[in-house]
Every structure is written in C-alpha cells, then in structure tokens.
C-alpha cells in the first residue's frame, strides 16, 4: 500500500471515528427542514431551482442593487434548536413569533445592543478554551434600510452569503 493510499484510509477512518462519536453521545444535531434547492428536468437539461423559482445563474447580474454593509444592531440570545431546525409549519412559526417577543417588530427598542460591522467576523477570538470562539446559539441581526420606489412591483431577492446553515428573516413590508 502506497503513503498516498494510506492517508486516504486513515482520514477516512478518523471521519469515522469522529461521526461514531457524535453520534454515539448525542451531541449532533438533526435538522428536519425541507430542503428549498432542487433540480427539475426541463426540455433535457437540469435547471437549479430555488423556493420553486429557476435559479437563472450564480454569475453576479445587472440589477440594481441595495448594499446593506455597514453598521447592524446585534444581541444574542438562547435559542430554541428544536424549534430553529424545525419545520416552518404554522405551529412552529408561532413558537418563533413567541421566541422571539417584540425583536422582530419595526419599533422594537434596540438601543441596548452591539453595533455590529457587516459584513464581518461573528466570533470574537476572546480567550476561550476552543479557539476560535465556540458559540451555538441564536443572533438577531437588525438593520433599517429603505428600498427605492423606482423598485416598486418588481422582483426583489435578498441575498445573505454568510448564514449559518439557518435563518429566519423578517421584513417590514
């Protein structure tokens, strides 16, 4: 068996080992969420859909766009796993409303929280024993932004590059 081989087996193995144990001991998490990217036949050739709309193409388009960088609002607070990787049925979109109190409401006071450069680096590298910092829970994110009338009656696709695996965004409309 050659070096190359040999490396592959025991990376593999190590992947293994590390699924056995967090498995084993419980400390994975299960998400139960529908999955919203698919690929539908059209005409022969596979076209990305994404929330049953055709993902036209991942080049950057000629579009107007709002650049929401800049200075957010930021608290964070004990999330309920169960209910974030849950399904977005009614019963559990309740339990999201009732977790998150006023925060989601346009006049919601949110003077008291961390001003947060975006786009930027959630973790602060403080002097944890895991580095870099070891955080599981949830963060709201707020941040006022008006949207142009010349962008009335038209598509409008809000784009976030760093979510972390789940995110539930609210709108004031």
Known sequence: MDVRNMIIMVSVLFILMIN??????GISQVANLT?????????????????????????????????LAGQWKKQRFMADHDLTL???????YAALLAE???????????????????PGVENLMNAYEVT?????DGIWYRRH????DSLDN????????????????WLKI
């Open 86 to 92: 849950g399904q977005r049925d009614a019963v559990n």
């Open 145 to 148: 932004f008006a949207v142009p």
């Open 132 to 136: 870099p910092e070891y955080y599981e």
């Open 35 to 67: 999955p919203t990217l698919t690929l539908k036949n059209v005409e022969g050739a596979y076209v990305p859909y994404q929330n049953g709309i055709p993902v036209p193409t991942f080049e950057k388009q000629q579009r107007p766009m709002i650049d």
């Open 100 to 118: 998150a109190g006023d925060c989601y409401k346009p006049g919601f006071d949110d003077t008291g929280w961390e001003d947060k450069a975006i």
């Open 154 to 169: 038209h598509f409008a696709k809000l784009v976030f590059y760093s979510v972390n695996y789940v995110a539930d965004v």
């Open 20 to 25: 056995h144990f967090f498995y084993t001991e």
